[in-house]
C-alpha cells in the first residue's frame, strides 16, 4: 500500500462545477499536510496548506481527518484555469519529517 | 526576490553515464531537497540538504548522491545511470528543514536515459 493515495481521476467536470478530491495516507505520526498543483510538464506549486480546523482560500477549502486519515480539497466554481493536477504531501517522521507525495488527481475542468 | 532555479534543462545519457544536475535555491532558503518524479507519478523524495549536511534520504540507492555549497546551492549525481532513472528531477528550496516548512520548486531538469 502507498503512504499517500490519491483518486488518480481524470476527474472532467463543466466550468462552475464544485469538485472535490481526497487523499489517504498511512501514517498516524504525519504532522503537516500540504495541497499543491502541478501544470502540465510543471514544477509543483503550493496551492494551501490543510490545518486540523479546515482552512479556506476564495474558492478552495481544505479539509484534514486525523481520525480517519484523510485530507480534502473542495473546488467552487471550477474554472478553465483549474484544469491541473493537484498533488496531496504530507510529512513522513522517518525520512526526518520530510515531504511524501501523492500520484496526484487530474483535474479537467472543461467549458 | 530569485526563485529556485535549475539546470540544464533537459539532457540525455546512455546507461552507465553519469550525471550532475544543479540547483540554486531561492534567496533566504537555507535547505535544498532533491525529488525525482517520474511520467504520472508525484515526486519522490530522493535527499535533502541543510547548512552542506545530508538530512534526510529516501528509498533511493547509493549510486544518487548530492552536495550542498556554501551559499545554499546544490548539486544532484547520479552515477551509472540506467533507464528507470529517466525523469523529472526537482529541486526545491525552503527556509528551514522542517517538514511544515513550504518548499519553493523549480522548474525542473528532464533526464532521459537511453
Known amino acids: 500500500r502507498k503512504e499517500v493515495e490519491q483518486d488518480p481521476g481524470p476527474f472532467n467536470v463543466p466550468e462552475g462545477a464544485t469538485v472535490a478530491f481526497n487523499c489517504t495516507y498511512s501514517?498516524?505520526?504525519?504532522?503537516?499536510f500540504f495541497w499543491y498543483r502541478q501544470d502540465c510538464r510543471k514544477e509543483p506549486k503550493l496551492l494551501m496548506s490543510?490545518?486540523?480546523s479546515g482552512n479556506e482560500d476564495g474558492r478552495f477549502t481544505a479539509q484534514l481527518n486525523r481520525a480517519s486519515q484523510y485530507i480534502s480539497l473542495l473546488i467552487r466554481d471550477s474554472k478553465l484555469s483549474d484544469s491541473a493536477t493537484y498533488l496531496c504531501?504530507?510529512?513522513?517522521?522517518?525520512?526526518?519529517?520530510?515531504?511524501?507525495f501523492g500520484a496526484g488527481t487530474i483535474l479537467r475542468v472543461k467549458s | 526576490e530569485t526563485g529556485v532555479t535549475q539546470s540544464p534543462t533537459h539532457l540525455i545519457k546512455t546507461r552507465g553515464q553519469q550525471v550532475t544536475l544543479r540547483c540554486s535555491s531561492q534567496?533566504?532558503?537555507?535547505?535544498v531537497s532533491w525529488y525525482q518524479q517520474a511520467l504520472g507519478q508525484g515526486p519522490q523524495f530522493i535527499f535533502q540538504?541543510?547548512?552542506?549536511?545530508?538530512?534526510g534520504r529516501g528509498n533511493f540507492p547509493p549510486r544518487f548522491s548530492g552536495l550542498q555549497f556554501p551559499n545554499y546551492s546544490s548539486e544532484l549525481n547520479v552515477n551509472a545511470l540506467e533507464l528507470d532513472d529517466s525523469a523529472l528531477y526537482l529541486c526545491?528550496?525552503?527556509?528551514?528543514?522542517?517538514?511544515?516548512?513550504?518548499?519553493?520548486f523549480g522548474a525542473g531538469s528532464r533526464l532521459t536515459v537511453l
Open positions: 526545491a528550496s525552503s527556509e528551514g528543514s522542517s517538514g511544515a516548512n513550504v518548499l519553493t
Open positions: 501514517n498516524s505520526a504525519s504532522q503537516s
Open positions: 490543510v490545518y486540523s
Open positions: 504531501a504530507v510529512t513522513r517522521m522517518e525520512y526526518g519529517n520530510k515531504l511524501v
Open positions: 534567496s533566504g532558503h537555507n535547505t
Open positions: 540538504y541543510y547548512r552542506e549536511e545530508e538530512n
